[in-house]
């Protein structure tokens, strides 16, 4: 007797998930002491890694900046245009005074390579004698030399420099659309990994807005009665405006709505009672 085998055998569920991998920023003070160190060296490959620090850059695209990518797009305001890359997709990423003077010492030292180094990098921004492998592996060796001598208490890769200057975004308050923009994501999926490296932010941003939340609103305040009033016709009308008054005030914190529409009903033959007091007077 032969079995037909079930198409339900096997399901997807059946499979294990796969590793979920997020991204890893350096820590605030590894950031700090990578970047210092990076400065004190103040090379050029040192200040090409301060560059992919300050904007996001992935390797492939530093690698390929053009000589021009700083562009001024506006008064006062510029930025780096980043070429195809992995993405197959230019963009450009605002830039700010700290980060043209790095481009502008990139460019000095650049004028001060060899010829030969400079043959084969006609038109790029970083020169490199064996071509685009050979400047990504020396620019790997850079930065891993660099963390050494910064004392860094964890291996930083050259991506780890991008999800730093991500994570810093967000915690300045760059959106998730425009962080999607700078790091040149066509899927917010892969944005949203960010968030949850600032899981740690998210009770001390919470904190800061409930501070920064409005005042509940009140009630207007009404001078109550502290003597009785007089008995005369103002006397009677300012009894009946606080009977009003406390009534309203009374209404509002009910939560039951059949005894507030009593209440409010109250409220009118109080006003009728008002009005027909004003009408004994003409």
Request: net charge positive; glycine share 4%; with cysteine.
């Amino acid at each position: 007797m032969s079995i037909e085998p079930s198409s339900n055998l096997i399901r997807r569920e059946d499979f294990p998930l796969r590793a979920h991998y997020l991204p890893r920023p350096l820590s605030l003070e590894d950031d700090q002491r990578l970047q210092q160190e990076l400065r004190r060296t103040d090379d050029l490959l040192c200040n090409a890694l301060l560059l992919m620090r300050a904007t996001g850059l992935r390797l492939g695209e530093c690698t390929h900046l053009s000589l021009n990518c700083l562009r001024q797009v506006g008064p006062e305001e510029w930025a780096v245009l980043v070429p195809l890359g992995k993405l197959r997709s230019e963009r450009l990423v605002p830039v700010d005074p700290e980060v043209q003077r790095i481009v502008a010492r990139i460019l000095a030292l650049r004028a001060l390579a060899p010829p030969s180094k400079l043959a084969k990098s006609q038109g790029l921004l970083l020169p490199s004698r064996g071509g685009y492998f050979a400047l990504r592996d020396t620019l790997r060796r850079a930065l891993a030399q660099a963390a050494k001598r910064a004392g860094c208490s964890t291996h930083v890769m050259s991506h780890r420099l991008r999800h730093s200057y991500a994570t810093e975004m967000l915690r300045l308050g760059v959106s998730l659309p425009a962080l999607m923009q700078l790091l040149g994501h066509k899927d917010i999926h892969m944005t949203l990994r960010y968030v949850e490296v600032t899981q740690q932010d998210l009770q001390r941003e919470f904190h800061q807005a409930r501070q920064n939340a409005a005042p509940p609103h009140r009630l207007p305040t009404l001078p109550l009665l502290k003597a009785v009033p007089s008995a005369d016709l103002p006397g009677i009308r300012q009894a009946l405006q606080a009977a009003h008054h406390l009534l309203e005030m009374y209404r509002r914190g009910l939560g039951n709505e059949q005894a507030k529409l009593k209440l409010q009903r109250l409220k009118r033959r109080l006003l009728a009672i008002a009005s027909q007091l004003d009408s004994t007077q003409k």
